[in-house]
């Protein structure tokens, strides 16, 4: 008894090679977010503290580099969970600028820029991976039309 069997690759769908859109918002989403935690770590320790020689808020920088592994891994989930996720960082941003001076002002216009480019990286990587994923079941079902109408 001699079973035929179809060959591994047609058996286990292989990852297909990412595409240039989704290359290019990942590389983006890793820079924000490597920006966002530098800056702050430089915004509480050394450029404008809350108290002077740095305070306990510089651990802020931490949850930032949480989805650095789903990101760099193409992740979907990583990316739709980042997209909500960030807004914390954009409201502190953003009430940081209305509040504080002028050193902590800038730099948070600066931290709620990061997080609208974070944003769209997000939502831009989302859209593609999303659009190539509608794609692909097209082709194959049209495969599967074309080969059932033979």
């Given at each position: ?32 977010v ?59 941003g ?15 216009l ?41």
């Amino acid at each position: 008894m001699t079973a035929v069997s179809a060959p591994l690759s047609a058996c286990t769908p292989c990852p297909a090679r990412p595409s240039p859109a989704a290359r290019a918002t990942r590389a983006a989403a890793v820079a924000c977010v490597l920006a966002l935690a530098l800056l702050a770590l430089a915004w509480e320790l050394w450029l404008a503290p809350l108290r002077p020689g740095g305070s306990w808020v510089a651990l802020k920088a931490l949850p930032v580099l949480l989805p650095l592994g789903g990101l760099w891994r193409y992740r979907l989930y990583t990316y739709r969970w980042v997209s909500l996720f960030l807004w914390l960082y954009f409201t502190e941003g953003v009430v940081r600028a209305t509040t504080e001076g002028a050193p902590a002002r800038w730099l948070a216009l600066g931290e709620a820029l990061l997080c609208l480019g974070l944003f769209a990286a997000c939502v831009l990587h989302i859209r593609a991976r999303l659009k190539a994923g509608r794609l692909a079941a097209q082709a194959m079902q049209t495969a599967r039309q074309e080969a059932a109408g033979a």
